[in-house]
């Protein structure tokens, strides 16, 4: 039942892991009923970057495309550096903490829920715990661990048949303050690129169709009031039940909001990397892998 509401504050906290500057755009991607245009929504990105993307560059450690220590340190400097001060070239705001305002999720078509206003927290105490990189095989991973602490203002509604079943017949409803506290959130994207060679320059292109991610969480913890199973306040009761029984929740429904979630780190991540030419960040001359575009 209400379990589902806090799964949006697990999306919500993830995304604070996708160092991002469109935070607006997203927002009301999220709160569409339809789909987000994500062609449009990259395409702002590539916008900004481009035109801005020298100040960020100039600022980067080269490392070789081997030398996974390297870049893991490299992103590592990036994420903190971001997360404290943003980047006011390129119009990304201070991320730890962030902003959220009138996400909006229809779980299941069973459960209506938004978070009105709300703050994102720990991103720029994430980990980037390892870096690997195989040019030949064209191939990488990253993993990270993070400690994150998403709450707000939340409304939740729901008179399905499927909700019901757990509140004996009533409706599930609730507008109150939220919060949850997720305790190492390691994550791992596995994804396959190519050395591209486009305009004279060389990128590295992400294969969209071949990016993969696993996650685990070491704990979660949920907080909630002024909720309502009919009539009677029920705080208590629901946020016990998520306590008791998150790791079995999330195993069942935790992976299409991830999903989601993971959508605008593929977006940002490729809206960076198919930008900003591979001489910016990589030392080594990579012209012998390139094919073109």
Known sequence: MFFKKSLLFLVAAVFVICESGFVENLGKCLASENDCDKDELQATIRDIASTNARQ???????????????????????????????????????????????????VLNALDITLIEGSGKGIKDCIVDRFFTDVEAERAFMELTCDITVKGRYKVFSNSPLIKTFTGGDTLSGDGNGKVKIDKLHLRFDFDFFIQRRDGEIYIKCKDDKIKYTYNIGKMLFFADNLYIGKQESSALVTRLLNDNWRMLLSTFGKPFMDKAMDYVYIFLHGFFETVPAKHFISDDLSKYARDA
Request: proline letters at 4%; glycine letters at 6%; hydrophobic letters at 35%.
């Open 56 to 106: 960020l560059v100039d600022t980067l450690d080269k490392c070789k495309i081997s030398d996974g220590n390297c870049q893991r340190d490299l992103i590592q400097s990036v994420i903190r550096d971001i997360s404290k001060t943003g980047v006011k070239e390129l119009g990304i705001p201070t991320i730890d903490p962030i902003e959220l305002k009138n996400i909006s999720f229809s």
